[in-house]
Nanobody, 124 residues
Framework: QVQLVESGGGLVQAGGSLRLSCVASGRTLSNYHMGWFQQAPGKEREFVALISRLGVSTRYADSVKGRFTISRDNAKNMVYLQMSSLKPEDTAVYYC?????????????????WGQGTQVTVSS
């Protein structure tokens, strides 16, 4: 199975940018379709973005379209989430997730493996 570790979170002012990274170990990342999810305090884990195994297809939550970009580098076993024009409502723990099967679903249940998460806090 694959192990995932996120990094890159932190405190940023509204309007700022962050790039989250997710490194995979144990299995080759190109075997998996990848997603990013966010979970704010007291809320359920919500879909942010996904990217297909070879990076051909992407999908975004409406709330982040035009502001966030998901990408991957299979040679480095890395997935990224570039976040720009950040808003206080983007504050959450962000999780990287891997799915064996291709999915365009926004459901967290479609993903098989999860990282521990990285905190993103956007101040107003």
């Amino acid at each position: 199975q694959v192990q995932l570790v996120e990094s890159g979170g932190g405190l940023v002012q509204a309007g700022g940018s962050l790039r989250l990274s997710c490194v995979a170990s144990g299995r080759t990342l190109s075997n998996y379709h990848m997603g990013w999810f966010q979970q704010a305090p007291g809320k359920e884990r919500e879909f942010v973005a996904l990217i297909s195994r070879l990076g051909v297809s992407t999908r975004y939550a409406d709330s982040v379209k035009g502001r966030f970009t998901i990408s991957r580098d299979n040679a480095k076993n890395m997935v990224y989430l570039q976040m720009s024009s950040l808003k206080p409502e983007d504050t959450a723990v962000y999780y990287c997730a891997a799915s064996v099967k291709y999915t365009t679903s926004t459901s967290a249940n479609e993903y098989d493996y999860w990282g521990q998460g990285t905190q993103v806090t956007v101040s107003s």
